[in-house]
Nanobody, 116 residues
């Protein structure tokens, strides 16, 4: 059974940093682009960063450009999101999925709360 498991979320003060991790369980990871998404309170889910199959090409939402960095380790079947200079508007549940996403693969997500 294919699924993704996210971890690393926490409560952090504005200006702080976090590193999220995503582990692929099952056969899917290599050969697919991957992306991080988030869903804030009363908001639609949005994609914030994506990486190509080899991780050498990345794209970011304007709201996180310059603050977030996506990376992947295909040998470990892992995806990461380094988040710096966090802002209260970054508060959300963060999810990973293949790109383009597949609704069958959404995991539980990991909660990031930015608050003083």
């Amino acid at each position: 059974q294919v699924r993704f498991e996210e971890s690393g979320g926490d409560l952090v003060q504005p200006g702080g940093s976090l590193r999220l991790s995503c582990e692929a369980v099952g056969s899917i990871f290599r050969g697919y682009g991957m992306a991080w998404h988030r869903q804030g309170p009363d908001q639609f889910r949005e994609m914030v960063a994506r990486a190509s199959v080899d991780g050498d090409r990345t794209r970011y939402a304007d709201s996180v450009l310059g603050r977030f960095t996506i990376s992947r380790d295909n040998a470990k079947r892992a995806l990461y999101l380094e988040m710096n200079n966090l802002k209260p508007e970054d508060t959300a549940v963060y999810y990973c999925n293949k790109f383009p996403s597949n609704d069958a693969y959404w995991g539980q997500g990991t909660q990031v709360t930015v608050s003083s």
